[in-house]
């Protein structure tokens, strides 16, 4: 696709992380797990992601997005929560990426509030350059470097999710 400048990471090369992330997943964990996806940008990851854990999870969603405004404040606004009451149970929460830190800063106190008996987070990709916040990430898909990526789920203005692998985006598109 001509607005992609290069791909980082292929089709092929995802899986072969989902294969080992689930791997290690069902290692760690044993009984039910709670595996959240952030929407929508979790959900061709997490897709991949649960075919590979060999435990009898259960999936949910949540939608979030950081308040808008002059001010960047930092705060958090849930548009869907989950369905599944979250005490006393191990949770897996799902996210494309993890840049600031803010959302899964903000949802991991959420969940412990919640009387969650654990709270993990499972993250393709993180930039650890861009961090506000310390978020402690167990399983990571791959670090990147402060560029701008869509696909596999990420986008830019809601477009270029549904590509099969993770790009840089053309600085033509949003300049
Ligand atoms: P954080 O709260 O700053 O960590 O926000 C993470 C969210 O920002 C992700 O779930 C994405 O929706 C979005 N995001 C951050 N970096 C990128 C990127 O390079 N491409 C697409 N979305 C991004
Ligand atoms: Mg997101």
Do not use: H, Q
Request: hydrophobic share 35%.
């Amino acid at each position: 696709m001509k607005e992609i400048e290069s791909v980082l990471f292929s089709e092929e090369v995802i899986e072969k992380k989902c294969c080992e992330l689930g791997e290690r997943i069902s290692r760690d964990f044993d009984g039910e797990v709670l595996v959240v996806g952030i929407l929508k940008g979790a959900v061709p990851f997490m897709s991949e992601l649960v075919k590979r854990i060999e435990l009898p999870i259960r999936m949910d969603f949540m939608d979030v997005s950081s308040y808008e405004g002059s001010v960047s404040t930092g705060k958090i606004k849930i548009l869907k929560d989950v369905e599944n009451d979250v005490r006393d149970k191990d949770v897996i929460i799902v996210e494309d990426i993890i840049d600031t830190g803010n959302t899964l800063s903000y949802l991991s106190e959420l969940f412990k509030l919640r009387g969650a008996k654990s709270v993990t987070i499972c993250s393709l990709l993180t930039k650890p350059s861009r961090r506000e916040k310390e978020v402690e990430v167990k399983y990571i898909g791959f670090e990147i470097e402060d560029y701008f990526v869509v696909g596999y789920g990420m986008d830019y203005n809601e477009k270029y999710r549904n590509l099969p692998y993770i790009g840089i985006l053309s600085e033509k598109v949003y300049k």
